[in-house]
């Protein structure tokens, strides 16, 4: 980087890898999030989400818009986790929108399927439609390692 003429390399990192926008509709609010959700901006999203938070009260929801995520780490996957648990508290619907891999493998990964249900649009998570399966996602079972052969 050129710091005398102020020229910016081309490799210069972004300031920011996530941003986040709020929306609010007559029966809730729709925070879109895009970028990486991982420990480096857990923190600035969950400002986001208290923020937006505050802004609903029963029976509007709260929709979380992670379509345009391109990184879901378990940082993030707690963030998810902890809000849902403030808004069951709060009496408020949490939903979350997403259809593509990077986030769809990490929730089924680690079995939060049921736990953190996955809408296809916002629409469908307004209107409460899940995602469906797709049959290749773990079942949940506890493993059983088959007996030794003599």
């Known amino acids: ?3 005398a003429g102020g020229a910016v390399s081309e490799l210069a990192i972004p300031t920011s890898l996530l941003e986040v926008t709020t929306d609010c509709h007559g029966t809730g609010v729709v925070v879109t999030v895009s970028g990486e959700v991982d420990l480096s901006t857990r923190d ?6 208290d923020k937006a938070m505050e802004l609903v009260s029963p029976p509007q929801q709260l929709i979380v818009d992670l379509e345009q995520v391109t990184f879901l780490g378990s940082a993030g996957l707690a963030l998810l ?3 849902q648990d403030v808004a069951v508290r709060r009496g408020v619907t949490f939903r979350i929108v997403a259809t593509q891999r990077v986030v769809t493998r ?4 680690v ?6 249900p ?3 649009t916002v629409e469908s998570a307004l209107a409460d439609v899940p995602v469906p399966r797709q049959g290749d996602e773990p079942v949940g ?3 059983q390692a088959s007996p030794a052969v003599r």
């Open 1 to 3: 980087m050129d710091t």
């Open 44 to 49: 600035a999203l969950a400002e986001n989400l």
């Open 81 to 83: 986790l902890d809000t």
């Open 106 to 109: 990490p929730v089924e990964a």
């Open 111 to 116: 079995g939060l399927a049921d736990a953190l």
């Open 118 to 120: 996955l809408h296809a």
């Open 141 to 143: 079972l506890p493993f």
